[in-house]
C-alpha cells in the first residue's frame, strides 16, 4: 500500500538543540492526540505527515488511500482476537469484523496494521527490524514514513471515536563529516545505566557516495522513545561507517541532567568538533589471586580466522595484543601471565565498527575441550559484539565467581537459538537484566539456562518477554535455592513451550507460586520433576494446571514438597469436567508423594481428585504409582491404594456433607 510523506520544512521545526556537549532543552511540538478515527468498523491505518512551511505552526497526520489500522477485540481484559480494516473516507474505516464466538466488549487500535501483530495476550509484537531505517540521500525523509507507529489503547466501545497518538518521536542530525570514503551508516548511542547499559539506533545511508570533509550532512532517524534515553551526566555517542574510515563523535560528549524522550515530539542534534577512529570494544573483569596467574582467551570453534583487526588490552599496563584481520585462530585465541594477584579489566576491540557483520570470534568462558572454566572470570561490562554466534550453550557454565552481565549482552547476536546451560553454576550471580534476550527471538533451548545459581533472589518478569520461539525451559533454575519468588508473566509469552520438566526443582526459598503460572503454555506435555523437593513451597493458586490441557507428564511434579498444603483445585473439577484428561495416557507417579509431611501427623491441605476423571483408577494406561504416597491431606482416607491413599475404592465416597473428595 502506497502512501505519500510530505515535509517540506521538517528542519524548520526541528527545533531541539543538540550542540557539542548535547545540551538538549525542552521540545516546543508535540504530536499528542493525533487523528479521530470512527470505530463502528474494525481497522488499519497508514498516514501521510505534512508539515507547514512556517517555523512553529505545527504539523498534522492525515489518513489516505489504503491506510490501514489493527482492530483489537477484548472481552473485558481477555483479549479475542483482531481485523485489520482499512480507510474508507474522512476517519471512518471498514473491514471484517474480528472473528471467534466471544463478542467483543470493547477495542484498541494500532497503526500501521499490515506490519503490527498481536500476540495471544493481545499484546503488541513489532517486527524484530521495525525500527531498521534507509535513508537515501541527504536532507530526505521518505524513510520515516513506515516508521510511525500510532496506538489508542483505551478500552473503547465500537461505537465511540478512537484517538490515536503517535508513540515513536524523529530526531534530526546535522553532522559536520569527516573523510570517510563512501558513507554507509550512522549509529546512535546513548548511555541508559551509569557506566553500563546503552542502547543504539542504526541508520543505513545510501547516496553518499562522494562525501566531502567539511561538508554537512542532514539525516532523520525515528526511534522508540521507550527505549532511547540519557541517563544523569550520560554519554552520547555517534559512529559514522565508511568504505574507508569508520568515526567516533564521543569525547567529553555528555547530557547533564540526562533526557527522557516523550513521543510524538521531535528533536534536533547538531554533530560538530573532532572524530576519533571508531572501535568496538568488548570488556570484562577478571581477579587473579596468585603471581604468575596465565590467563586464556578462548573461541568457541577449534580454529578460524579472525574476521578482523583485534586488539587486547590485558589491563595491567603491559603491550597490547595484537590479532591481524584473517589471522589463523587456534582454540586459545591470546593468553598473558599476570605478575601480580588484583583485578583486572581486560578489553578487545575490534576495528569492525558495524554491528550487523561479524567482528571478532565467538568467545567463550568454558572450554568444553578440556572441561575447563573461567574461574577467574567477575563481570562482563560490554555487550557481546556480534560473534556470529547462534549457540550460546555452556558459554558461562561453572563461571563461579562471575557477579554481573549487562543488559544487552546478546543484543548483537540475533541468530542465537540455544542458550542451554549458559549460566549453570555461577554461583555469584545475584540478579539477571530484565532485557537479557529481549533481541533473541529465535531462542528455542534455555534448558538448565541458570541451574545451580543460588546467588539469584528473583527474576525480572519479562525475562523471557521476547522469546516467543522458546520451546524448552526444562531445569531452567534447578536449584536456585535463594529465589524467594516467580513473575506470574514469567512464561506469559512462550506459548509454544512444550517442557517444564525440572524448571524449579529445588528451589528451597519458593514460598508459593503466582496465579496464571502456566495460563498461556497451553502446548506443555512435561511437568516431571517441576517443583521437586521445593521444601519451602506452602501453597499454589487455584487452576495452576487448568490450562494445559495437552501435558501428560507430571511425575515426581511435587514430591518432598513437605511444606505444602496441597489444594484440590490445581486441576479441574472431576464432576463437573470428567473428561478433562481424556484421551491421555498419564504419569503422576510420585507426583505428591510426602507432600505436607512437615505437619504430620495433623492433615493438612486437600488432594485433587484425580480419580474421578474419566481414565482413571485400574484397568488404564495411566501410571500413578505411589501418586499420594505419605502424602498428609485431610482426604486421604478417600484416595484409592492404587493412588497412594487408603481408600479400597475410586470416585463413590463422599464425606458427611455430601462434599466430592
Given at each position: 500500500?502506497?502512501?505519500?510523506?510530505?515535509?517540506?520544512?521538517?528542519?524548520?521545526?526541528?527545533?531541539?538543540?543538540?550542540?557539542?556537549?548535547?545540551?538538549?532543552?525542552?521540545?516546543?511540538e508535540q504530536e499528542g492526540e493525533i487523528v479521530t478515527i470512527r470505530a463502528t468498523i474494525p481497522a488499519e491505518t497508514?498516514?501521510?505527515?505534512?508539515?507547514?512551511?512556517?517555523?512553529?505552526?505545527?504539523?498534522?497526520?492525515?489518513?489516505?488511500?489504503?491506510?490501514?489500522?489493527?482492530?483489537?477485540?477484548?472481552?473485558?481484559?481477555?483479549?479475542?482476537?483482531?481485523?485489520?480494516?482499512?480507510?474508507?473516507?474522512?476517519?471512518?474505516?471498514?473491514?471484517?469484523?474480528?472473528?471467534?464466538?466471544?463478542?467483543?466488549?470493547?477495542?484498541?487500535?494500532?497503526?500501521?496494521?499490515?506490519?503490527?501483530?498481536?500476540?495471544d495476550n493481545g499484546e503488541v509484537q513489532l517486527p524484530a527490524n521495525f525500527w531498521q531505517q534507509t535513508q537515501d540521500?541527504?536532507?530526505?525523509?521518505?524513510?520515516?514514513?513506515?516508521?510511525?507507529?500510532?496506538?489508542?489503547?483505551?478500552?473503547?466501545?465500537?461505537?465511540?471515536?478512537?484517538?490515536?497518538?503517535?508513540?515513536?518521536?524523529?530526531?534530526?542530525?546535522?553532522?559536520?563529516?569527516?573523510?570517510?570514503?563512501?558513507?554507509?551508516?550512522?549509529?546512535?548511542?546513548?548511555?541508559?545505566?551509569?557506566?553500563?547499559?546503552?542502547?543504539?539506533?542504526?541508520?543505513?545511508?545510501?547516496?553518499?557516495?562522494?562525501?566531502?570533509?567539511?561538508?554537512?550532512?542532514?539525516?532523520?532517524?525515528?526511534?522508540?522513545?521507550?527505549?532511547?534515553?540519557?541517563?544523569?551526566?550520560?554519554?552520547?555517542?555517534?559512529?559514522?561507517?565508511?568504505?574507508?574510515?569508520?568515526?567516533?563523535?564521543?569525547?567529553?560528549?555528555?547530557?547533564?541532567g540526562g533526557m527522557t524522550y516523550e513521543a510524538g515530539k521531535r528533536y534536533h542534534a547538531t554533530v560538530n568538533g573532532?572524530?576519533?577512529?571508531?572501535?568496538?570494544?568488548?570488556?570484562?573483569?577478571?581477579?587473579?589471586?596468585?603471581?604468575?596467574?596465565?590467563?586464556?582467551?578462548?573461541?568457541?570453534?577449534?580454529?578460524?580466522?579472525?574476521?578482523?583487526?583485534?586488539?587486547?588490552?590485558?589491563?595491567?599496563?603491559?603491550?597490547?595484543?595484537?590479532?591481524?584481520?584473517?589471522?589463523?585462530?587456534?582454540?586459545?585465541?591470546?593468553?598473558?601471565?599476570?605478575?601480580?594477584?588484583?583485578?583486572?579489566?581486560?578489553?578487545?576491540?575490534?576495528?569492525?565498527?558495524?554491528?550487523?557483520?561479524?567482528?571478532?570470534?565467538?568467545?567463550?568462558?568454558?572450554?568444553?575441550?578440556?572441561?575447563?572454566?573461567?574461574?577467574?572470570?567477575?563481570?562482563?561490562?560490554?555487550?557481546?559484539?556480534?560473534?556470529?554466534?547462534?549457540?550460546?550453550?555452556?558459554?558461562?557454565?561453572?563461571?563461579?565467581?562471575?557477579?554481573?552481565?549487562?543488559?544487552?549482552?546478546?543484543?548483537?547476536?540475533?541468530?542465537?537459538?540455544?542458550?542451554?546451560?549458559?549460566?549453570?553454576?555461577?554461583?555469584?550471580?545475584?540478579?539477571?537484566?530484565?532485557?537479557?534476550?529481549?533481541?533473541?527471538?529465535?531462542?528455542?533451548?534455555?534448558?538448565?539456562?541458570?541451574?545451580?545459581?543460588?546467588?539469584?533472589?528473583?527474576?525480572?518478569?519479562?525475562?523471557?518477554?521476547?522469546?516467543?520461539?522458546?520451546?524448552?525451559?526444562?531445569?531452567?533454575?534447578?536449584?536456585?535455592?535463594?529465589?524467594?519468588?516467580?513473575?506470574?508473566?514469567?512464561?506469559?509469552?512462550?506459548?509454544?513451550?512444550?517442557?517444564?520438566?525440572?524448571?524449579?526443582?529445588?528451589?528451597?526459598?519458593?514460598?508459593?507460586?503466582?496465579?496464571?503460572?502456566?495460563?498461556?503454555?497451553?502446548?506443555?506435555?512435561?511437568?516431571?520433576?517441576?517443583?521437586?523437593?521445593?521444601?519451602?513451597?506452602?501453597?499454589?493458586?487455584?487452576?495452576?494446571?487448568?490450562?494445559?490441557?495437552?501435558?501428560?507428564?507430571?511425575?515426581?511434579?511435587?514430591?518432598?514438597?513437605?511444606?505444602?498444603?496441597?489444594?484440590?483445585?490445581?486441576?479441574?473439577?472431576?464432576?463437573?469436567?470428567?473428561?478433562?484428561?481424556?484421551?491421555?495416557?498419564?504419569?503422576?507417579?510420585?507426583?505428591?508423594?510426602?507432600?505436607?509431611?512437615?505437619?504430620?501427623?495433623?492433615?493438612?491441605?486437600?488432594?485433587?481428585?484425580?480419580?474421578?476423571?474419566?481414565?482413571?483408577?485400574?484397568?488404564?494406561?495411566?501410571?500413578?504409582?505411589?501418586?499420594?504416597?505419605?502424602?498428609?491431606?485431610?482426604?486421604?482416607?478417600?484416595?484409592?491404594?492404587?493412588?497412594?491413599?487408603?481408600?479400597?475404592?475410586?470416585?463413590?465416597?463422599?464425606?458427611?456433607?455430601?462434599?466430592?473428595?
Amino acid at each position: 500500500m502506497k502512501f505519500k510523506l510530505i515535509i517540506p520544512a521538517l528542519l524548520a521545526l526541528l527545533v531541539v538543540g543538540c550542540t557539542r556537549n548535547m545540551d538538549i532543552p525542552e521540545p516546543a511540538e508535540q504530536e499528542g492526540e493525533i487523528v479521530t478515527i470512527r470505530a463502528t468498523i474494525p481497522a488499519e491505518t497508514r498516514v501521510a505527515y505534512t508539515d507547514s512551511d512556517i517555523p512553529g505552526s505545527g504539523g498534522s497526520l492525515a489518513w489516505q488511500t489504503g491506510d490501514q489500522l489493527l482492530l483489537a477485540g477484548y472481552d473485558g481484559t481477555t483479549y479475542i482476537g483482531s481485523s485489520i480494516l482499512t480507510w474508507d473516507s474522512g476517519d471512518a474505516f471498514s473491514g471484517s469484523a474480528i472473528p471467534g464466538s466471544t463478542p467483543a466488549t470493547t477495542y484498541k487500535v494500532y497503526y500501521p496494521g499490515n506490519v503490527i501483530t498481536l500476540d495471544d495476550n493481545g499484546e503488541v509484537q513489532l517486527p524484530a527490524n521495525f525500527w531498521q531505517q534507509t535513508q537515501d540521500g541527504n536532507n530526505t525523509t521518505a524513510h520515516l514514513r513506515n516508521k510511525l507507529f500510532l496506538s489508542d489503547t483505551e478500552a473503547n466501545a465500537l461505537n465511540q471515536i478512537f484517538n490515536l497518538t503517535l508513540q515513536s518521536s524523529i530526531i534530526r542530525f546535522v553532522v559536520t563529516l569527516p573523510a570517510t570514503g563512501s558513507l554507509k551508516k550512522l549509529i546512535w548511542t546513548v548511555e541508559t545505566v551509569p557506566g553500563e547499559n546503552t542502547r543504539s539506533a542504526i541508520l543505513d545511508l545510501t547516496g553518499f557516495d562522494l562525501v566531502i570533509p567539511g561538508s554537512e550532512m542532514t539525516v532523520y532517524l525515528a526511534f522508540d522513545p521507550a527505549v532511547m534515553r540519557i541517563v544523569e551526566n550520560g554519554e552520547v555517542k555517534v559512529t559514522l561507517i565508511g568504505s574507508q574510515s569508520s568515526y567516533e563523535w564521543s569525547t567529553n560528549t555528555t547530557k547533564v541532567g540526562g533526557m527522557t524522550y516523550e513521543a510524538g515530539k521531535r528533536y534536533h542534534a547538531t554533530v560538530n568538533g573532532d572524530w576519533v577512529d571508531a572501535k568496538a570494544k568488548f570488556r570484562f573483569t577478571i581477579q587473579t589471586a596468585e603471581a604468575s596467574q596465565l590467563y586464556e582467551i578462548w573461541q568457541k570453534d577449534a580454529s578460524s580466522t579472525s574476521p578482523a583487526e583485534l586488539t587486547i588490552s590485558w589491563g595491567d599496563g603491559t603491550a597490547n595484543t595484537t590479532i591481524a584481520k584473517n589471522a589463523s585462530l587456534a582454540k586459545t585465541i591470546a593468553n598473558h601471565t599476570y605478575d601480580s594477584p588484583g583485578t583486572y579489566t581486560i578489553t578487545i576491540t575490534t576495528d569492525e565498527v558495524d554491528p550487523t557483520v561479524k567482528q571478532m570470534p565467538q568467545l567463550i568462558f568454558y572450554n568444553g575441550d578440556t572441561q575447563t572454566w573461567d574461574h577467574l572470570l567477575t563481570s562482563i561490562l560490554d555487550p557481546f559484539p556480534n560473534m556470529g554466534a547462534t549457540d550460546f550453550g555452556s558459554c558461562f557454565f561453572y563461571c563461579n565467581e562471575l557477579t554481573s552481565i549487562p543488559t544487552e549482552l546478546f543484543k548483537y547476536n540475533t541468530q542465537a537459538d540455544n542458550f542451554n546451560r549458559c549460566f549453570t553454576k555461577c554461583s555469584e550471580l545475584i540478579s539477571i537484566p530484565a532485557e537479557l534476550f529481549r533481541y533473541n527471538r529465535q531462542a528455542r533451548n534455555f534448558m538448565l539456562c541458570f541451574a545451580d545459581c543460588p546467588g539469584l533472589t528473583s527474576l525480572p518478569a519479562d525475562l523471557f518477554r521476547y522469546n516467543t520461539q522458546a520451546e524448552t525451559f526444562s531445569d531452567c533454575f534447578f536449584k536456585c535455592s535463594g529465589l524467594t519468588s516467580i513473575p506470574a508473566d514469567l512464561f506469559r509469552y512462550n506459548t509454544q513451550v512444550t517442557n517444564f520438566r525440572h524448571c524449579f526443582g529445588a528451589c528451597g526459598g519458593l514460598t508459593s507460586l503466582p496465579a496464571d503460572l502456566f495460563r498461556y503454555n497451553t502446548q506443555v506435555t512435561n511437568f516431571g520433576f517441576c517443583f521437586t523437593n521445593c521444601i519451602g513451597l506452602t501453597s499454589l493458586p487455584a487452576d495452576l494446571f487448568k490450562y494445559n490441557t495437552i501435558a501428560t507428564n507430571f511425575e515426581v511434579c511435587f514430591q518432598g514438597c513437605t511444606k505444602l498444603q496441597l489444594r484440590r483445585d490445581i486441576f479441574p473439577d472431576p464432576e463437573t469436567n470428567p473428561g478433562f484428561f481424556e484421551g491421555r495416557a498419564m504419569d503422576f507417579e510420585r507426583c505428591f508423594k510426602n507432600v505436607g509431611s512437615y505437619y504430620h501427623p495433623t492433615p493438612t491441605g486437600t488432594a485433587p481428585k484425580l480419580w474421578g476423571f474419566t481414565g482413571g483408577g485400574e484397568g488404564t494406561t495411566w501410571t500413578i504409582t505411589d501418586c499420594f504416597t505419605g502424602a498428609n491431606v485431610v482426604n486421604r482416607n478417600f484416595i484409592p491404594i492404587s493412588w497412594g491413599g487408603d481408600a479400597a475404592e475410586s470416585g463413590k465416597v463422599t464425606d458427611v456433607d455430601g462434599e466430592y473428595w
